[in-house]
Each structure stands twice: as C-alpha cells, then as structure tokens.
C-alpha cells in the first residue's frame, strides 16, 4: 500500500513566502521521516491555503512523522503565520505508479469527492477501467482514498494552463472517456475543487 498526506494549511495573507521556507527547513531537517512531493498555494478557491503532499514507505514512517508534526510548539517555524491546518492520511490508488516528479503544471487541480458508504471499492474499480485511456488527454499526478475522516477520494491532475485544462476535460467528457463508467453514482453530493500553483520548494513544479 503506498501511504500519502495532505496538510493543508490556512495562513495570513501575505505571508506564503515565509511559511513554505518553515515547511522546508521543517523537512529537510534530520528528524523528518517521509518524502515531500509537493507545495502549493491555492489560486482558485478557498485562498490563502497552503497544501503539502508527501509520501511514506511504511505507517510506521507515516506515524512517527504525525507525531513529529503533533508535538511543534512552534509549527513550522512560522506559527505566527498560520491560522488553522488539517492532516489527512491517504492509501493511494494500487494501480497507479509511484508520484513522479517534475515539470508538468504549473496549474494543478486537487479535486475532492465525499463517497458514499462502501464506495470505494466500486470507485477503485471503476478508475482502474478509465484511467489508462483518461490518461492519455493529461497527465494524472496522484488518487487516494482516505483512512481517516469523511469516506472521500482526491486526484490531483496538473495542467499547463486553465485552457488547456478546460479543453482536456471536455474532450474527455465528449468521448464518453470520463467520469469512469460506474464511479459517479458512489459520489456524494459533497465536491471540492481547488486550482493551486507550487510555490518554490515544491518539487512538483
């Protein structure tokens, strides 16, 4: 099972500068258990938000770096800075590859669905069909399942800008590619979509 997270931080305004190089230095420091995928800021949406994803080889890894995080009396070095943050935990989709890194935004789509109870099976198996091919319109950066909270999934899609994003979808739609036959009506009425840009330490770019 490959292990990810989200944290998702709501700062003051004017203040992402400061707040991503705390996130930084906070993994980059020796303590830290984990990798760091991304960084970004939100553009559309919910704004001043913050989002880290980051991945673990084990729970064990995954419990050991919650706790870590738990236990800062200053978060991140930048308390002052942050108004309230949330971490989710997540299993990813097991066929899909590992998170690659690179240059494929920088406009990054983090789209989340609540589902209904027992959902997602049914939701795996219905991507699992339609993702190969979806695939093929844009690249697709991360799915997961939650394991904690709400029953919901997120996918993260990176476009290289709101146009191309806006045509990708259509056509998809057009040609009956997506949503994944037999995932929508597992979906809840509860749907969330933010655009967000990496911010400089990010190293999904």
Known sequence: MKLYQLINITIKMGTTAAVVQGIQNFYQDQAAHGKLLGV?????????????LRSYATQQELDTENARLAIQENLFGVTENIIQYSVENFAGFDFLPEVELGE??????????????GGVPHVLEAWK???????????????????????RIVSIWPYASLNERS????????????????????LTHEMQSMIALPTAVSPLK
């Open 40 to 52: 970004f800021f939100s553009d559309i949406g919910q704004l001043n938000q913050v989002v880290i």
């Open 104 to 117: 494929f935004g920088p406009v990054y789509e983090i789209r989340t669905y609540e589902l209904k109870h």
């Open 167 to 186: 045509e990708v979808r259509a056509k998809a739609v057009a040609d009956g590619i997506w949503p994944p036959k037999g995932g929508p009506q597992w």
């Open 129 to 151: 069909n339609a993702v190969p091919t979806r695939t093929q319109y844009s690249k697709l950066t991360i799915a997961m399942y939650a394991l904690d909270g709400t029953p």
